[in-house]
């Protein structure tokens, strides 16, 4: 089942489908469907899941299988090369990010900048995302990029709340789902969220499609300066990627909406303890607090005036 058929399963549903994406960015310009997950995919996730958990040296992450249709809400998110002095001027991978528009990416900021330098409007930077059409290649697409800074965080006082970098791409992504943000209120803590990247550590880059990883965990707490406290395992790579949030919505109805929450934000040694145990693993970057200031950068840009981006092989010289 395609996204599509997802999202306008129900006529009476159908415009506010297309309208409801990106509203909290008033992006008229993006034709784009919401992020509609119909539960059926949801429960053929689920089942993958347990299926991985039984598997022996489950290591709390699962691949997405991209013949599932829920994988198509998943593919917004896509991972992050720079090219900088770190790295000996080539591409390397450095982590993931979220696709939040037609020509726009939220991603960490130390993903952008490992280095924690001072923001740099000309550090190269790189976006590669999709299903290859002839499975030979890591992505279908690898649009080049420049770094926004948002604004909100200084390296040389580094608040991980506000660790995060907006991207604006050379070229506009075919239609695909661009979410909406969501947050997690105290009452709700325990909700299930999902945990998505692509780690260095799981998927070295060869040619052929990358596996997405995620975690299905959940929201313990919040953090007043690292954000949303989770039980959630998020190796290095999988940084400024997506920490989604299953959300009923009516444009989706009888489906949900995956919304985003934040990006991934691994805490030290994650790995000690185990999902059940109650001292936090990891840390997830609340994009509703920077929602004003995002919004506005993409309200000054027109991605309808740049070209279509086609599909593009991106050779890398593997991960940091």
Same mark, same amino acid.
């Given at each position: 089942?395609?996204?599509?058929?997802?999202?306008?399963?129900?006529?009476?549903?159908?415009?506010?489908?297309?309208? #409801?994406?990106?509203?909290?960015?008033?992006?008229?310009?993006?034709?784009?469907?919401?992020?509609?997950?119909?539960?059926?995919?949801?429960?053929?996730?689920?089942?993958?899941?347990?299926?991985?958990? *039984?598997?022996?040296?489950?290591?709390?992450?699962? #691949?997405?299988?991209?013949?599932?249709?829920?994988?198509?809400?998943?593919?917004?998110?896509?991972? #992050?090369?720079?090219?900088?002095?770190?790295?000996?001027?080539?591409?390397?991978?450095?982590?993931?990010?979220?696709?939040?528009?037609?020509?726009?990416?939220?991603?960490?900021?130390?993903?952008?900048?490992?280095?924690?330098?001072?923001?740099?409007?000309?550090?190269?930077?790189?976006?590669?995302?999709?299903?290859?059409?002839?499975?030979?290649?890591?992505?279908?697409?690898?649009?080049?990029?420049?770094?926004?800074?948002?604004?909100?965080?200084?390296?040389?006082?580094?608040?991980?709340?506000?660790?995060?970098?907006?991207?604006?791409?050379?070229?506009?992504?075919?239609?695909?789902?661009?979410?909406?943000?969501?947050?997690?209120?105290?009452?709700?803590?325990?909700?299930?969220?999902? *945990?998505?990247?692509?780690?260095?550590?799981?998927?070295?880059?060869?040619?052929?499609?990358?596996?997405?990883?995620?975690?299905?965990?959940?929201?313990?707490?919040?953090?007043?300066?690292?954000?949303?406290?989770?039980?959630?395992?998020?190796?290095?790579?999988?940084?400024?990627g997506a920490v989604f949030r299953p959300l009923p919505d009516a444009a989706c109805d009888p489906d949900l909406k995956l919304a985003l929450l934040g990006a991934p934000n691994q805490s030290p040694e994650p790995e000690l303890f185990p999902k059940d145990h109650p001292r936090i693993r990891s840390f997830a970057t609340d994009y509703v607090r920077s929602q004003a200031a995002v919004q506005r950068l993409i309200g000054a840009d027109d991605c309808d005036k740049?070209?279509?981006?086609?599909?593009?092989?991106? #050779?890398?010289?593997?991960?940091?």
């Amino acid at each position: 089942m395609t996204l599509q058929s997802q999202c306008k399963r129900r006529a009476s549903s159908r415009s506010l489908c297309t309208a #409801i994406a990106l509203s909290a960015f008033h992006a008229p310009t993006i034709a784009a469907e919401s992020a509609c997950i119909s539960r059926a995919a949801l429960n053929e996730l689920s089942a993958a899941v347990q299926a991985a958990q *039984a598997a022996p040296g489950y290591d709390k992450r699962f #691949i997405v299988p991209r013949e599932l249709s829920a994988f198509a809400v998943f593919e917004v998110v896509g991972a #992050i090369a720079i090219k900088a002095k770190l790295t000996r001027q080539r591409w390397r991978k450095s982590g993931s990010g979220t696709l939040i528009g037609a020509c726009h990416v939220l991603t960490s900021y130390h993903v952008v900048f490992p280095d924690l330098v001072k923001f740099d409007p000309a550090r190269e930077v790189t976006f590669s995302f999709g299903v290859p059409d002839d499975g030979t290649q890591p992505f279908k697409y690898s649009v080049e990029g420049m770094p926004v800074d948002v604004g909100l965080y200084d390296p040389s006082r580094p608040v991980h709340l506000f660790d995060q970098v907006l991207i604006k791409l050379k070229a506009r992504v075919p239609q695909s789902a661009h979410v909406e943000f969501a947050s997690v209120n105290p009452a709700e803590f325990g909700a299930d969220v999902y *945990a998505c990247g692509y780690p260095g550590e799981l998927n070295t880059f060869s040619d052929r499609p990358q596996a997405l990883f995620c975690d299905r965990c959940q929201v313990k707490g919040y953090h007043y300066l690292r954000g949303y406290e989770t039980n959630c395992t998020m190796p290095e790579g999988t940084s400024g990627g997506a920490v989604f949030r299953p959300l009923p919505d009516a444009a989706c109805d009888p489906d949900l909406k995956l919304a985003l929450l934040g990006a991934p934000n691994q805490s030290p040694e994650p790995e000690l303890f185990p999902k059940d145990h109650p001292r936090i693993r990891s840390f997830a970057t609340d994009y509703v607090r920077s929602q004003a200031a995002v919004q506005r950068l993409i309200g000054a840009d027109d991605c309808d005036k740049l070209p279509q981006a086609q599909p593009r092989a991106m #050779i890398m010289r593997g991960y940091l």
